[in-house]
């Protein structure tokens, strides 16, 4: 059998037939979740202020001006597309498809470059099986676009061979990655201290000037406005010269949510859940590469060192920005998946290049490890482990297999006197841990038949490799990567988008001023050519405050009350989303200033309360 296999590996082309299986699978899950996904508050701000910018109505940075939250390219990229192509959600969504399809591409030549092409075809189908990954880069968001500009980074910069031209446009990139998203910013020195290391000091000089160049070029486009980013991010012991940005009286802000430690910690899991083979690669053997006397080859050294200190403080970066500050707690799972395919490489590297000794040291830590992240990914499904269960009673009920649903939940209440809220966390960790432990069994049986064979084996490997293998294999399950369905909508989100903004076409006329209250995105708004809003309301009530300085707030692309009432007197049209009709609009429009048009069709086919409601001013005369 084994020989078997290995003539069957041996076949000059099926690994890349596989792996062209694998992106057949990919683009598939791409097109299908970018047009099921119900567009999202970051999504719509991309692509209509990217489309505003690029068409000249206005700059990046500018005062009174769309508020700037992110760095240009980020807006500016997606903007230019849609020049081409056509404003709306079908460009920005198959314009990530393509970006995640030439990921995938520059994944597997790096690859295939540091560890052949059967390695090549694990990290392609790691992708391909990871609903995760198809779900966030078929959205508009920038992920996709920092995953497929890091990826190429390494596919020109990470080469045993020195080409100067090509190190040198890698290095472009990551000047271009750190213009398009700030928290890209370690990626280019870290680089730039790689490129010394591996490629020597001519090459890093002529890499280090080009991506210098590429960050001061983009700076002085954007001079001065551009500090308000970096205002925000640097501490002010160390840049006063930036303080006056931070001295804007932007009053207090409305979304300041402040979730409880255990919701941290069941974001950090679900972290975990939904990036499961990159991030235990990464955990499990990131600090082998600081071991020098256990690598041969000093490329693969070099390369892993680099890659596991980009990774740790990329990975560092992102859960302080989510886990512990209260801006978006939840998005960790989604932050990762900036850089989560670089891992991949990482894992391979460590495979390809670690000759370590047997070190009771590592036994302990990847036994440790399997059991800790087993019981966390348990303790990450226990709401899906609780439907689960109930949607199973049910389904005996039904059968007639039992005669009512199983009160599992008052039964280890009433027995052993867990309460509901414990026992609900408890036995889906207490599950994790049991897989955990069939692991570190599984993995101990093939390490002494192994050893027994007088092969060279490491207890520690073999764990980690099976728990990349189990996460592999359930990688399209919801216990790992397709536990993210939050913005899955049976049907075309797409196609509803644009016959929503045909009839708002339709009923609202070019050169109206517009207040908007709409769907979270403002993506209908791309539909509307002549037609403005209040450009705050983009980003809907992550710019809006309580108090502040209303000319000051509204210069740098904030709003509170006091503009607001001032808009409401002023605009032509009034759009609101069904779920956002509150009392207060009630008794607004009652003073007989606005009549009320048909609603809009619904902007996904799965939520009646996506439709807009429409009121017009009333003429008078």
């Not at 999202?40 to 009174?64: C, H, N, S, V």
């Not at 300041?256 to 499961?276: E, K, M, Q, T, Y």
């Amino acid at each position: 059998m084994a020989s078997l296999i290995k003539r069957f590996a041996s076949i000059p082309w099926i690994a890349e037939v596989i792996a062209m299986l694998g992106g057949i699978v990919y683009l598939i899950q791409l097109i299908r979740f970018a047009t099921m996904q119900v567009s999202i508050l970051d999504e719509g701000a991309y692509l209509y202020k990217g489309y505003l910018f690029a068409t000249g109505q206005y700059t990046p940075f500018q005062d009174f001006g769309p508020w700037m939250n992110h760095m240009p390219f980020s807006f500016l990229i997606p903007g230019y597309v849609q020049t081409i192509f056509g404003p709306g959600l079908r460009t920005g969504r198959f314009f990530s498809v393509a970006l995640a399809l030439f990921m995938l591409l520059g994944l597997w030549i790096v690859s295939k470059r540091l560890g052949g092409r059967w390695w090549a075809v694990g990290a392609v189908w790691a992708v391909a099986l990871n609903p995760m990954f198809s779900r966030i880069y078929s959205n508009s968001s920038s992920q996709v676009l920092i995953a497929c500009l890091l990826i190429w980074i390494l596919v020109l910069a990470m080469n045993e061979r020195t080409i100067p031209w090509q190190i040198c446009l890698g290095s472009a990139l990551a000047g271009i990655s750190l213009l398009t998203r700030l928290n890209m910013a370690p990626v280019l020195p870290i680089l730039l201290g790689y490129i010394f290391w591996q490629h020597g000091k001519r090459t890093g000089l002529l890499a280090t000037i080009t991506g210098i160049f590429t960050v001061i070029i983009g700076h002085a486009l954007y001079w001065p406005g551009i500090l308000r980013l970096w205002a925000s991010w640097l501490p002010s012991s160390l840049t006063p010269f930036l303080d006056v940005w931070r001295r804007i009286d932007s009053g207090i802000k409305l979304w300041d949510p402040d979730p409880s430690f255990n919701h941290r910690l069941l974001s950090f899991w679900w972290g975990i859940r939904s990036n499961f083979i990159a991030l235990v690669g990464f955990i499990g053997l990131g600090f082998l590469v600081f071991q020098p006397k256990s690598w041969e080859n000093e490329f693969y050294r070099r390369s892993g060192i680099f890659l596991s200190i980009l990774i740790t403080l990329l990975v560092a970066a992102h859960a302080w920005a989510s886990l512990m500050k209260n801006y978006c707690v939840f998005c960790f799972q989604v932050y990762l998946t900036f850089f989560a395919p670089v891992a991949f490489l990482l894992i391979i590297i460590i495979f390809r290049g670690w000759k370590g000794a047997r070190s009771i040291g590592f036994v302990l830590y990847s036994s440790v490890l399997v059991l800790l992240i087993s019981a966390g990914i348990g303790f990450g499904t226990y709401r899906d482990f609780g439907r689960a269960l109930i949607e199973f009673s049910r389904f005996l009920k039904k059968g007639g297999i039992i005669a009512r649903r199983i009160p599992l939940w008052n039964f280890l209440e009433n027995r052993f006197g867990l309460p509901y809220e414990t026992s609900k966390v408890l036995i889906p960790s207490l599950l994790g841990l049991a897989v955990g432990i069939l692991v570190l069994f599984l993995a101990w049986s093939i390490y002494r038949r192994q050893s027994n064979r007088k092969a060279d084996v490491n207890f520690g490997l073999i764990a980690i490799a099976i728990m990349l293998i189990v996460g592999l294999i359930l990688s399209p399950t919801s216990i790992l990567g397709n536990g993210y369905q939050d913005n899955d909508c049976e049907g075309d989100v797409i196609n509803a988008n644009e016959t929503a903004g045909q009839y708002l076409a339709e009923v609202i006329p070019i050169g109206s001023q517009v207040y908007w209250q709409g769907t979270d995105s403002a993506v209908p708004m791309l539909y509307l050519p002549g037609v403005s809003l209040y450009l705050p309301q983009i980003d809907q009530d992550y710019t809006y405050s309580l108090g502040g300085n209303s000319q000051e707030m509204l210069r740098i692309g904030l709003w509170n009350d006091e503009l607001a009432e001032g808009w409401k007197l002023e605009a032509d049209f009034v759009v609101i989303a069904e779920q956002k009709y509150t009392s207060a609009w009630e008794i607004f429009f009652k003073s007989g200033q606005f009549e009320e048009l048909p609603k809009s069709p619904s902007l996904a086919p799965c939520r009646d309360e996506s439709r807009l409601r429409i009121f017009r001013r009333r003429i008078t005369t």
